[in-house]
């Protein structure tokens, strides 16, 4: 019987768990792109470094630890309008996925400046002595020496996204955290909650291992 | 030629203000080693620093070879800094590159074509001995070979300055006196004029041909290290250069002498003369040598001996005049009984 409930349920747990990754991958994506020359903009702007600014550090982390401060739920509902702009309408992985992203980005960028700031100063300065500019120091010393870091940071990023996009069903984005909600927390079906649940287990584990391993791979220290 | 005037580095934190160099004014030729010595805090690295602008004067201007890189603009000074190569105590090689990588951001940063850095790369591992590191990484180097890829790094763009900071303070002793001694190669052969800041006074006698003391942000003594060796004026000047050569008689000694103890220093062309043993012909004195050294600093000797002088003390008054006068460095340390 349990085993009949399970078969029932795989067209729904397929579409569900596509549905997350979809919007994590979306999502994921903004983050990288955005958020790793936000979090190297954050760094090289601090003081003592080769960019120092403080007006553009304070804004910019102003701006990050706001964004950063707002549930998300109340996030998710307060971007409709942008989302709207953005995709045309606001339900949907797609529309979801949106506000995934802008929570992502600040996220994923405080995690590129920590791992920035764990590499020796002084090798940023033998950098600076050499007459490097500063595009070349963060090519090809910043990222390369925060690479490990940054590829941690990736996997982190990912796996809170993958929690996030629970929430989705708000929007009706769909994905598996909304299943498990929808089934499990509102009909009280255990069987949809347990399931959804040894798959999200089963997803950050698998998540969590490829990326120490990809960690472990650039790691050259 | 380096030129530092009157150059004033203040650090200010919300409640003090600190002064790690306090106009400092110092010309430093093309082609010698000049060395600064100090004490940790003394403002030696910040000095040093502020040659290459890593750190900006508060006041005060630096001028390498005529041009006064305080008044650069950013573009300029990057120009300027391919030309001054600088050294580290912890070598601060970028972990995740290889010995190669590591050379070649250097070439790449004077944005030399690709095949030319290859050449080049390769000259300079050949000349720090390293051409068979060259595809290693850091972490698979000994302290000395990091070193050395430091100086490959620092050399890459010809620079006409090298600035060494503490380079051998994390190197055991026999490393130290090879990087010391590659250091004096590219010195000798390339023509590349050396500053270097050390706390150790061996540093400077094996490699410096002028050195400078700091105390508290302030250079309290400056000449050649023969001069400074041989007559040393302050007391933290001594204290170095006791760390070198260390004349300490065991108490029992002291305690037992019947004669008159004196250190005698032999400088330069004193040092190969026979004055003892003339000394001894014109005196009714005996002589036993109870400790005795000597050193040489670029290339001279300086020979330093503690002797024990017995006889009638009128005749030990006369043969210490005679010998003081010959060497101008005679020193009693304890008189007869």
Redesign the interface.
Request: proline share 5%; charged share 35%; no cysteine.
């Given at each position: 019987m349990l085993l009949d409930a399970l078969i029932d349920l795989i067209p729904e747990l397929n579409k569900a768990f596509l549905e997350t990754i979809y919007m994590v991958a979306i999502s994921l994506f903004v983050a990288v792109l955005a958020g790793l020359p936000l979090g190297i903009l954050l760094f090289v702007t601090d003081c003592g470094l080769f960019l120092e600014n403080t007006v553009v550090k304070s804004v910019l982390g102003f701006i990050v630890n706001m964004i950063r401060s707002i549930p998300f739920v109340i996030l998710l509902v307060g971007l409709l309008p942008l989302t709207k702009l953005i995709t045309g309408t606001t339900i949907g992985p797609t529309a979801a996925s949106v506000s995934l992203s802008v929570a992502a980005v600040p996220f994923f960028a405080r995690i590129v400046e920590t791992s920035l700031r764990e590499i020796?100063k002084?090798?940023i300065?033998?950098?600076?002595?050499?007459?490097?500019?500063p595009w070349?120091i963060i090519k090809?010393?910043l990222l390369?020496?925060a690479?490990p870091g940054i590829v941690h940071g990736i996997t982190i990023t990912t796996i809170s996204l993958v929690g996030y996009s629970a929430m989705a069903g708000i929007v009706g984005g769909g994905g598996i955290g909304d299943l498990a909600i929808r089934f499990g927390y509102y009909r009280y079906d255990n069987t949809v909650m347990i399931t959804t649940i040894v798959i999200l287990i089963c997803l950050v584990q698998i998540i969590q291992f490829v990326g120490d391993r990809i960690a472990r791979l650039?790691?050259?220290? | 030629m380096i030129e530092i005037k009157n150059v004033t580095k203040i650090y200010s934190t919300k409640k003090k203000q600190v002064v790690g160099v306090d106009n400092v004014s110092l010309t430093i030729q093309d082609g010698e080693i000049f060395g600064i010595i100090g004490y940790s805090g003394a403002g030696k690295s910040s000095l040093l620093r502020c040659l290459n602008l890593l750190e900006r004067p508060t006041s005060g201007q630096v001028i390498i070879d005529g041009v006064d890189l305080t008044t650069l603009n950013n573009k300029q000074l990057r120009q300027a800094r391919l030309k001054i190569g600088m050294i580290f105590q912890h070598f601060y090689l970028v972990s995740s590159k290889t010995v190669f990588d590591n050379v070649a951001f250097a070439l790449k940063a004077a944005k030399k074509p690709k095949e030319e850095i290859e050449k080049r790369v390769n000259e300079l591992l050949e000349m720090v001995g390293l051409s068979d590191k060259r595809d290693a990484y850091p972490s698979q180097l000994s302290g000395g070979q990091k070193q050395r890829v430091g100086i490959a790094r620092a050399l890459a763009n010809d620079p006409t300055v090298l600035l060494c900071d503490e380079a051998t303070s994390a190197l055991d002793p026999s490393t130290t006196k090879s990087i010391l001694a590659l250091l004096k190669k590219i010195n000798r052969e390339l023509g590349i004029t050396i500053v270097l800041i050390t706390h150790e006074m061996e540093v400077v006698k094996d490699i410096c041909d002028r050195v400078a003391v700091m105390q508290n942000g302030k250079i309290i003594e400056l000449g050649t290290v023969y001069d400074i060796f041989t007559n040393p004026k302050e007391k933290l000047t001594k204290t170095f250069i006791n760390s070198v050569l260390r004349f300490e008689l065991p108490d029992h000694l002291l305690q037992k002498r019947t004669g008159t103890i004196v250190k005698i220093q032999f400088k330069g062309k004193t040092a190969e003369e026979a004055i003892v043993s003339d000394m001894l012909q014109s005196f009714k004195v005996k002589g036993n040598i109870l400790h005795g050294k000597i050193e040489y600093i670029q290339e001279m000797p300086l020979g330093i001996f503690v002797m024990e002088l017995t006889g009638e003390p009128e005749e030990i008054k006369r043969a210490i005049h005679y010998i003081s006068q010959r060497t101008n460095g005679l020193e009693v340390i304890a008189h007869a009984a």
């Open positions: 020796e002084g090798v300065e033998a950098a600076v002595a050499v007459g490097a500019t070349m090809d010393v390369p020496e690479r650039v790691d050259k220290r | -």
